[in-house]
């Protein structure tokens, strides 16, 4: 017999159907009992599978529990070797890292460790537009022309193919710190790598800041053990004061909050609270956002104004944010890629109305392939993001200029988009393209557009057809982890839930169900975002929003509800204003009431 809808929710405002999350009665029991837990976090922790001698550990996630031994991953120990003898002989070592945040964390990572050592490297983030990803045989070129005998490339290099065989022409050492997935070893010195094929190491889950850290953890340890810092008399680096970046990267890139990742969040954002980084404090001031920071700051206030920079400004603006020593130089960065974020924000809106309009039309396939002429390749990305939040479908949006299509694909939970890429790039339907389980590039002409096409129905109807059933039944439904009310969701529940703690990709923030409110009141906020005022039978109200949702099902559903009877589920927030700290539903979706 099938599972009754939650609240008899079979479609909601944006088609899913709801389910309340089973839970284990007897872990909940657990919980309470041996590891003292209250019942609203005890049924959260059983939901996510930690028994009651975890409890602890999950909750106050360290780094001394978690840190790995960093030489586990394949040919750390040649990386470290290969810097370290660099670093010995005074040589000019070159970092090129991605244009996104992960790329420029994790190129700061390193180029503030090696400067903090006398040794600032030269850093090189290649133009979106003239040079694409990755490391190229011009990068190559220039690099060594400017005197560098090392380049270690960081968030990018897996697939280095033809750069790194004119690097090696040239008597350049390459050393490549990535987290992509690939099914060859590139022709470097060393390839530190979780998703290589040969890594036995168990750390896929760590996004490519995550990869540097380890790195910088294992080369700051031969230094200590060889004796470097003191014969130089050079303080050792506390890495510590590093964690506010990784904990940057691994949220920005949607990496699992699991193992050592939850232990980077949750120091990461204790150190950015200090705001000791000039670049992140002048981001926080040009955004206006002060501490305590989470989560949600990292992803939509921090992250965006990042990424700006590679999407419409200059690319190597948010590695120049993130090293820069003097306030007045990160001041002016931080107002640079704010303003390219209100560029961004703009030219996203307009594309995302154009690519809406085409996926609609797409309403019988399993995905969607949107393109057009003059799209910004800056922004496909991000908008191959809301069209699989929409239509919750994997998205493949691509941008042509000239004949030439840049391309980004974003997926489901059980889709491995990465591997569909890589698949067509090799049968030669695409020019270049590689990437994650969950978030793919890809480069074509337009010629190929249609052959593209047909991989992808052929992909999808193929071999792998059950696995893209029940990702889109999966996507088609949204689980709640608990049931609240208006009287119930208070600041001290909002705490509660937040010892759960950081929350992300792999360890979702709970979604709380609300049954049979009216909606007092709904109108578009902020261009896009429709803001709701909620109250219960008992006169209880509850502040709620639903962020971009005013063009879409849910948003119309909300604003059509205005002075009826919804069902509600969403993530509890706090806000501040004039001093009160209030609570506030984030929407993610909703139901009409029957009556």
Same mark, same amino acid.
């Given at each position: 017999?099938?599972?009754?809808?939650?609240?008899?929710?079979?479609?909601?405002?944006?088609?899913?159907?709801?389910?309340?999350?089973?839970?284990?009665?007897?872990?909940?029991?657990?919980?309470?009992?041996?590891?003292?837990?209250?019942?609203?976090?005890?049924?959260?922790?059983?939901?996510?599978?930690?028994?009651?001698?975890?409890?602890?550990?999950?909750?106050?996630?360290?780094?001394?529990?978690?840190?790995?031994?960093?030489?586990?991953?394949?040919?750390?120990?040649?990386?470290?070797?290969?810097?370290?003898?660099?670093?010995?002989?005074?040589?000019?070592?070159?970092?090129?890292?991605?244009?996104?945040?992960?790329?420029?964390?994790?190129?700061?990572?390193?180029?503030?460790?090696?400067?903090?050592?006398?040794?600032?490297?030269?850093?090189?983030i290649p133009d979106r537009m003239r040079e694409g990803y990755g490391p190229s045989p011009a990068a190559?070129?220039?690099?060594?022309?400017?005197?560098?005998?090392?380049?270690?490339?960081?968030?990018?290099?897996?697939?280095?193919?033809?750069?790194?065989?004119?690097?090696?022409?040239?008597?350049?050492?390459?050393?490549?710190?990535?987290?992509?997935?690939?099914?060859?070893?590139?022709?470097?010195?060393?390839?530190?790598?979780?998703?290589?094929?040969?890594?036995?190491?168990?750390?896929?889950?760590?996004?490519?800041?995550?990869?540097?850290?380890?790195?910088?953890?294992?080369?700051?340890?031969?230094?200590?053990?060889?004796?470097?810092?003191?014969?130089?008399?050079?303080?050792?680096?506390?890495?510590?004061?590093?964690?506010?970046?990784?904990?940057?990267?691994?949220?920005?890139?949607?990496?699992?909050?699991?193992?050592?990742?939850?232990?980077?969040?949750?120091?990461?954002?204790?150190?950015?609270?200090?705001?000791?980084?000039?670049?992140?404090?002048?981001?926080?001031?040009?955004?206006?956002?002060?501490?305590?920071?989470?989560?949600?700051?990292?992803?939509?206030?921090?992250?965006?104004?990042?990424?700006?920079?590679?999407?419409? +400004? *200059? $690319? =190597?603006?948010?590695?120049?944010?993130?090293? /820069? #020593? &003097? @306030? %007045?130089?990160?001041? !002016?960065?931080?107002?640079?890629?704010?303003?390219?974020?209100?560029?961004?924000?703009?030219?996203?809106?307009?594309?995302?109305?154009?690519?809406?309009?085409?996926?609609?039309?797409?309403?019988?396939?399993?995905?969607?392939?949107?393109?057009?002429?003059?799209?910004?390749?800056?922004?496909?990305?991000?908008?191959?993001?809301?069209?699989?939040?929409?239509?919750?479908?994997?998205?493949?949006?691509?941008?042509?200029?000239?004949?030439?299509?840049?391309?980004?694909?974003?997926?489901?939970?059980?889709?491995?988009?990465?591997?569909?890429?890589?698949?067509?790039?090799?049968?030669?339907?695409?020019?270049?393209?590689?990437?994650?389980?969950?978030?793919?590039?890809?480069?074509?002409?337009?010629?190929?557009?249609?052959?593209?096409?047909?991989?992808?129905?052929?992909?999808?109807? +193929? *071999? $792998? =057809?059950?696995?893209?059933?029940?990702?889109? /039944? #999966? &996507? @088609? %439904?949204?689980?709640? !982890?608990?049931?609240?009310?208006?009287?119930?969701?208070?600041?001290?529940?909002?705490?509660?839930?937040?010892?759960a703690g950081p929350f992300g990709a792999g360890n979702g923030e709970p979604l709380l169900g609300f049954?049979?409110?009216?909606?007092?009141?709904?109108?578009?906020?902020?261009?896009?975002?429709?803001?709701?005022?909620?109250?219960?039978?008992?006169?209880?109200?509850?502040?709620?929003?639903?962020?971009?949702?005013?063009?879409?099902?849910?948003?119309?559903?909300?604003?059509?509800?205005?002075?009826?009877?919804?069902?509600?589920?969403?993530?509890?927030?706090?806000?501040?204003?004039?001093?009160?700290?209030?609570?506030?539903?984030?929407?993610?979706?909703?139901?009409?009431?029957?009556?």
């Open positions: 017999m099938a599972e009754a809808a939650a609240f008899g929710v079979a479609r909601s405002f944006s088609g899913r159907r709801w389910r309340l999350r089973a839970g284990d009665d007897g872990a909940v029991r657990a919980l309470i009992d041996k590891a003292s837990l209250s019942p609203v976090l005890a049924r959260l922790l059983a939901a996510r599978g930690i028994a009651q001698d975890q409890a602890q550990d999950y909750l106050n996630p360290s780094l001394r529990k978690f840190l790995p031994d960093p030489l586990i991953l394949k040919d750390m120990d040649l990386a470290v070797a290969r810097v370290a003898a660099a670093l010995e002989a005074g040589e000019a070592v070159a970092v090129l890292g991605d244009y996104d945040v992960d790329g420029s964390v994790s190129a700061a990572l390193l180029g503030n460790f090696l400067t903090e050592l006398g040794m600032a490297p030269r850093i090189y190559i070129e220039t690099l060594k022309g400017e005197g560098a005998s090392l380049l270690v490339t960081v968030d990018c290099g897996a697939s280095g193919g033809a750069s790194f065989t004119r690097a090696r022409e040239l008597g350049l050492d390459v050393v490549v710190l990535d987290h992509h997935r690939v099914e060859t070893r590139p022709d470097a010195l060393a390839h530190v790598n979780p998703n290589q094929a040969s890594d036995e190491s168990g750390l896929t889950y760590l996004c490519a800041a995550g990869v540097t850290f380890l790195f910088l953890v294992a080369l700051n340890r031969a230094l200590r053990e060889n004796g470097f810092y003191s014969r130089r008399g050079i303080a050792e680096p506390d890495l510590r004061q590093s964690l506010d970046l990784v904990a940057l990267a691994t949220v920005c890139d949607v990496v699992p909050l699991i193992g050592v990742n939850r232990a980077f969040v949750r120091q990461g954002l204790a150190q950015l609270t200090r705001l000791a980084r000039p670049g992140l404090a002048a981001l926080a001031a040009v955004a206006n956002c002060a501490a305590p920071f989470t989560v949600h700051h990292l992803g939509f206030v921090f992250g965006p104004r990042i990424n700006a920079g590679g999407r419409v +400004g *200059r $690319s =190597s603006l948010g590695t120049d944010l993130l090293t /820069a #020593a &003097a @306030g %007045e130089a990160a001041q !002016d960065y931080a107002a640079q890629l704010d303003l390219h974020n209100r560029e961004r924000r703009e030219i996203e809106k307009l594309i995302l109305e154009q690519a809406a309009a085409q996926a609609a039309l797409q309403d019988n396939a399993p995905f969607l392939l949107v393109s057009e002429e003059g799209w910004h390749p800056g922004v496909v990305g991000i908008v191959a993001g809301r069209l699989k939040e929409r239509f919750a479908k994997p998205a493949f949006v691509a941008g042509f200029e000239g004949g030439m299509g840049r391309g980004s694909a974003r997926s489901l939970a059980g889709i491995d988009i990465g591997r569909l890429v890589r698949a067509a790039r090799e049968a030669g339907v695409l020019e270049a393209g590689g990437g994650h389980a969950m978030a793919a590039g890809f480069s074509l002409v337009a010629d190929q557009l249609g052959a593209f096409r047909a991989f992808l129905e052929d992909a999808f109807a +193929g *071999r $792998s =057809s059950g696995e893209v059933s029940a990702a889109l /039944a #999966a &996507a @088609g %439904e949204l689980e709640l !982890d608990a049931v609240s009310s208006c009287a119930g969701a208070t600041v001290d529940l909002v705490r509660e839930i937040a010892l049954a049979e409110l009216r909606v007092a009141f709904a109108d578009v906020v902020g261009g896009d975002h429709v803001k709701v005022r909620l109250q219960s039978g008992d006169g209880a109200r509850l502040d709620a929003i639903a962020f971009r949702a005013a063009a879409t099902p849910l948003g119309e559903g909300l604003l059509a509800a205005r002075g009826r009877k919804i069902h509600a589920a969403g993530k509890l927030a706090t806000d501040e204003w004039n001093g009160q700290i209030r609570v506030q539903l984030r929407i993610e979706d909703a139901a009409a009431a029957e009556i």
